[in-house]
Each structure stands twice: as C-alpha cells, then as structure tokens.
C-alpha cells in the first residue's frame, strides 16, 4: 500500500483533547505519523491530500446498529449499511442481533460476519445475543460466542423483565469480563404505549407509556450491577428522571456507561404532530424539557456515547396508522450533523464531540480507534462542520429511507472517509 500524507488539515483528537493545524502520515493502515503545525516531508511517490483546513477526526464508532441480514436483506444489507455508514463519516458499525435467526449461535454470528467482510467497506463490530432468541428467558452460550467474536451482548430492544434471568446474565457475563448491554424500558409497562404519555399525547388521541417505565428498569438494573460487579452499557437514557440514578451508579465507582440516539438529542415530542410514523422511535420522543436535560448530560459527560439507533424499516410498514407502524429511523446519515448541534450551540467543542462519537465507545468494546496517535488505525472522517443543505432521504445510501429529517435543514457532513487508510467515501 502507497504511504498516504494528508496534510494542511485542522486534527480534532479525542484522546489528546487537540484541535488544531497538522497532518497525518498514514502507512499499511495504520497512522504512522502525527504532525502539529507543519506536515511531515513528502517523500516522492508518496501520495499527498490536502484537507484544505478541514477538521480531520477519528471516525465515528456506532454502537447500535441494526442491519437486516439473515432474514430481511430488502431492509437493509450489509452493502447498503456500509455504504450508508462511511457517507456518514462512520467507520465502525456494532451491530445488533435482532435477525432472523438471533444472533444466538457461533453459527449465525460467523455467517453474518463472513457476509459483513465480503460486503461491508466499513468494519463490523459484531454483538451477540444475552438470550436464546432474544425472549429473555434462556442465556445463550457467552464463552462460545466471544470465541466466535462476539464483543458484547444484548437483546437489542428486548428488555429482560425477569430479574433473576438478568442477574444471571450479569453473573455469567462478569466471569468471562464481558460487557452486558440493555435497553432499560419496562415492557410490561411500555406494552401498549407507542408515545410518551404526556399532555401532548392525550390531544394526539394515542395510547402513552409513562417515562417512569425507563427509570424503573433502569434503578433494578444498577442495583443489579451492584451486587454482580459486571460491565454495564445502558443503550439509551432518554429521560431527565433515570440521570439521577446513572449519577449514583457512576459515584459509587460501578462499570457502568449509557448511551443516547441522535434522534433524542434533536427531536421531541411535538414533532409528531400529524401523526409522521418515521418519528415512531423505541424509546419514544420525549418532552423537551428531557430532551434539553439530555443534551446537558451528553455536554457534562454524564451519557458516554451518542448513537445513531440505526433501525431500517420498509416503506409498506411504515406507511400505516400511527399505533401500528413499525418502531425505528434509519440514521447513519444523519448521526454526524445532528451531533454537530451540539458544537454549534457552543455547548462542546470537537474534541469532546468525537469523544462520545468515536474515542468513548471504542474504549468500551476494546477497539483501537477512536485516536490521532502513532500505531492507531486510519479510521478516519474529514468533515465539514458548517456546510448547510436541506436532507433529502432518497439520495440516502441505506436500502430504506425511513428518516425523521427528512426535508429539514442540516449542517455539517463528512467529505471523505477512510477505514485502514482506503477511501471508502468522498462527497
């Protein structure tokens, strides 16, 4: 592979907290050279890009990503979800294990990973199952789907309402050092509700659940972690009401970390005024005084990681009543602009961004991305911050189009986007 210099770039590094001048040396993939200021030499043959002072970061890391094979590759295929991810500057994708089959088995995970390496121009991360099916009742074999190369385990959106199956999760989880993930939602109270229950809700005419049912869910499981010291990531906190737990959880010294959907930090409940079923999310829209709660946590670092959810649906399921429609947003596309939000209304800089984007979660699953440093990986995102342009979800890359900014204006996007030093992207 030819030595790659980009150069005359503005680097944004998580780890260093650096934002400033400088170029990058990159070589069989990996970053050889970090230059502050001034770029290395180039010697001859060596290919030279200039960034022309564009902010140069570690690409993103997504934590949650559904994709649609085995069993439904019309929704989402892991070319299209590759594609989709590196024109959203992501050069990592975790993936969850709600196929047809679970990713329940080696089996099935080394099947979904062969179709992920022969088809993905991004990498795969994968997730494995916590229990047989993703029911909630019967673990699944953890030792043998880490060897398979699992690095977490969850039941996607599937909360464990039984919390001797959790604990017993967590146990067996914590003997192998695995992290567990959950989606801290009581079913048993969300089971009619598809909007947060809510003055707004009851003008709707739509069935609530209240947002006790993610507090409540979320206080057993910490009291769980407690008591089994195992590593716990809590995929999405959406309510002002389960910080004050997370708070606890992290004073006490427990391994614990939390996560939020790009669509919670941007969205609220009174976009669903005319019933638009692609806001139709799990966890459901929140009110605004959460969602500014959560933008706050996010700034503070209370919530760790910000995460597209990406969950592709067809046009047909999505195109009925609002009570029946299916649940999900694609957003791998839009993860990037909606968290530059945040940057924009000065409540973070870039550095700090990129660290809940990329740094924080690939500390969290082991992975070596996530850095501007000598010996890390060339994931990277060259990006515009700034540039305006109003969304039109057909020119998206995912197979489904089902996104909530449709026709909204946006600012900022990736420009190009390299996985091991190969451009995989460019505006």
Known sequence: MTDLILSNARLIDPETGYDGAGALRISDGIITDVAKGTGPAAPEGTTVIDCDGKPLAPGIVDMRVSVGEPGERHKESYRSVGRAAAAGGVTTIAVQPDTDPAVDDPAVMEFAMRRAEAASVVRVAPMAALTKGLKGREMTEYGFLLDAGALAFTDAS?????????????????????????????????????????????????????????????????????VTGARYHAD???????????????????????????????????????????????????????????????????????????????????????????????????????????????????????????LAPSRLLGLEGGRLAKGAPADLVLLDPDVPYVLDRFA????????????????????????????VFAA
């Not at 003055?199 to 769980?224: Q, T, W, Y």
């Not at 990681?305 to 195109?319: A, F, G, L, N």
């Open 396 to 423: 998206l890359q995912s197979k489904s189009k089902n996104s909530p900014f449709d026709r909204r204006l946006m600012t900022g996007k990736a420009l190009r986007t390299w996985v091991a030093g190969e451009e």
């Open 236 to 358: 999405m906190i959406t309510t002002a009401g389960s910080l004050e737990a997370l708070t606890r959880a992290k004073d006490k010294g427990l391994k614990v970390t939390a996560g939020i959907s790009h669509h919670h930090l941007v969205l609220n409940e009174m976009d669903l005024e005319g019933y638009p079923t692609f806001f139709k999310l799990e966890p459901p829209l929140r009110e605004e005084e959460d969602r500014a709660a959560m933008v706050q946590a996010v700034a503070d670092g209370l919530i760790d990681i910000v995460i597209s959810s990406h969950r592709p649906q067809d046009e047909e399921s999505k195109r009925q009543p609002f009570e029946v429609a299916a649940i999900g947003a694609v957003g791998l596309e839009t993860l990037l602009p909606a968290a530059l939000k945040l940057y924009h209304d000065g409540l973070t800089d870039l550095p700090t961004l990129f660290e809940r984007l990329s």
């Open 158 to 226: 599937n909360a464990i309402a039984d919390p001797t199956v959790f604990r017993n999760c967590l146990d067996y989880a914590n003997s192998l050092g695995a992290l567990v993930v959950h989606h801290p939602q009581d079913p048993a109270m969300k089971a009619e509700g598809c909007v947060t229950e809510s003055l707004f809700a009851s003008k709707l005419g739509l069935p609530g659940v209240h947002p006790i049912a993610e507090r409540m869910m979320l206080e057993r499981d910490l009291a769980l972690v407690e």
